[in-house]
């Protein structure tokens, strides 16, 4: 398999499992981890790198102090940017999803901040959930299934 353009995008993450458990699936999967700060924690943290094992020192691990330096930073072109919220209005099955893609997520407790999603409705995608009884699911799990469905064609699937 060639290495993925894919790079998934956390925005003030505030779980260090949860990061440490992207990255790892970022690692498997050959993809680019970006944070966006603040974070609820300190990347050195135990927890991180638990969740990580041993492969967070194979993260390839790009971070920006704010939404508006990856912004100027990257340039991403709007089309290749896809926000995942739970009440998206599009099913994340839908797009053909960019090689070069931008996966963007939100904090566990308050998802995507509106400044980001201003004027992105066609661009926010959410996970199907056949139970009204679950408000939400874990964000590891969400970015797994996402970089799973972004990667179909590249894995053959």
């Given at each position: ?16 499992y ?98 980001i ?9 959410h ?31």
């Open positions: 398999m060639t290495e993925s353009c894919l790079k998934m995008v956390l925005v003030t993450p505030e779980i260090p949860n990061t440490g458990a992207i990255g790892r699936t970022c690692v498997a999967l050959g993809l680019e981890l970006i944070l966006i700060k603040p974070y609820g924690f300190s990347l050195d943290e135990k927890s991180v790198r638990r969740a990580g094992t041993d492969y967070w020192k194979h993260v390839t691990l790009t971070e920006y102090d704010s939404w508006r330096h990856f912004l100027e930073a990257r340039k991403p072109v709007r089309d290749s940017l896809y926000f995942f919220e739970e009440h998206g209005a599009q099913s994340f099955y839908e797009p053909e999803y960019q090689r070069d893609a931008y996966l963007v997520f939100g904090c566990e407790s308050a998802g995507l901040p509106r400044s999603l201003e004027d992105m409705d066609d661009r926010v995608f996970l199907p959930m056949l139970d009204s009884r679950v408000r939400s699911l874990n964000l590891a799990n969400v970015a797994t299934a996402v970089i799973y469905q972004a990667l179909r064609p590249q894995l053959g699937g």
